[in-house]
């Protein structure tokens, strides 16, 4: 029989410092400058997530890809029914599985933006 010889474990003690140059040289650009990384963007108040909000959401993409409204990047109007339907359906859902847990005027508010963009789901593509 032979015999394995001993495994012989080789510790790096300079990981980090090769990790760093590793990182370094990813972030040069194409010239000797290292590239900047980038900057975030200014902080945006965003408004608190809410039912009401989402809602909303939901209901103005459904819109825009019906071609109610224009998009609001290119303004220009832009149909694209699978994606209205899809939209229209998550509100469908959203209203679903928040059943119980709604104030009268939430409940109302999505029961008429529903009905809403249904309507219109079915005068656009009949």
Do not use: C
Not at 85 to 93: F, R, T
Not at 94 to 108: A, I, Y
Request: glycine share 6%; net charge negative; aromatic share 6%.
């Amino acid at each position: 029989m032979t015999e394995n010889p001993e495994k012989k474990i080789i510790i790096d003690e300079d990981w980090k410092s090769q990790v760093q140059r590793e990182r370094e040289a990813a972030l040069k650009g194409p010239g000797d400058e290292p590239a900047q990384p980038a900057q975030a963007s200014p902080e945006v108040e965003m408004p608190p997530a809410s039912l009401t909000y989402l809602a909303s959401s939901l209901y103005f993409q459904a819109s825009m890809f019906l071609g109610l409204m224009p998009h609001p990047g290119s303004g220009k109007v832009e149909k694209n029914l699978p994606v209205a339907k899809h939209s229209i359906d998550m509100l469908g859902v959203l209203q679903q599985k928040t059943e119980g847990n709604r104030t009268p005027d939430e409940s109302e508010e999505i029961e008429a933006m529903l009905y809403q963009l249904r309507m219109a789901y079915v005068q656009v593509v009949g």
